[in-house]
């Protein structure tokens, strides 16, 4: 703390957490001087955890011993391929740039799949000219499939994610 009044401190390192959390950082270092020998250095990290769950194994059925004879089997077409960008749910990139699903490397990533989103939620970050541009939700919903790999260049218009 510095030698100016303590409460204006606390409210000073409230506010930084609260920009923190508002705007999904997970770090905000900050120096504010109040004359040439008073100064307070604030660098306010928010813990993430990362969970890692392992996909469950399937086994192979076992084999009979007995073949059973051929019976015709119906067959059922394949279903056409969807164009995920005519998906009435689909989130399309409104510029050229590269996607990043997360704030920072190594940070979690914004959503994921079956994630929950409310509308103007950052699902994703498009960098264009040097620039971060925040991708909102464009609607409350859940997160079906991010079509979008990390550091993926994409186009005007192509489909980034879905969210039913």
């Known amino acids: 703390m510095s030698k100016q009044s303590p409460d204006a401190d606390v409210a000073f390192i409230s506010a930084l957490a609260e920009l923190l959390n508002k705007n999904a950082l997970t770090e905000l270092s900050v120096m504010r001087e109040y004359g040439e020998y008073d100064s307070l250095d604030v660098k306010v990290v928010k813990q993430v955890t990362v969970v890692h769950q392992a996909a469950p194994m399937m ?16 067959t059922v077409a394949p279903a056409p391929i969807e164009d995920p960008a005519q998906h009435p749910g689909a989130v399309t990139s409104p510029m050229v740039g590269t996607v990043y699903l997360s704030a920072e490397p190594g940070a979690a990533a914004f959503v994921s799949v079956g994630a929950t989103v ?17 991708i909102p939700a464009p609607r409350a919903g859940t997160v ?17 994610m879905i969210i039913e």
């Open 118 to 134: 409310s509308e103007g939620q950052t699902v994703l970050i498009i960098e264009a000219m040097k620039t971060m541009n925040h």
């Open 144 to 160: 079906k499939r991010i079509l979008a790999n990390d550091g993926q260049a994409v186009e005007y218009g192509a489909p980034l």
């Open 59 to 74: 086994q192979a059925a076992p084999a009979l011993h007995a073949a059973p004879a051929a019976t015709p089997v119906a």
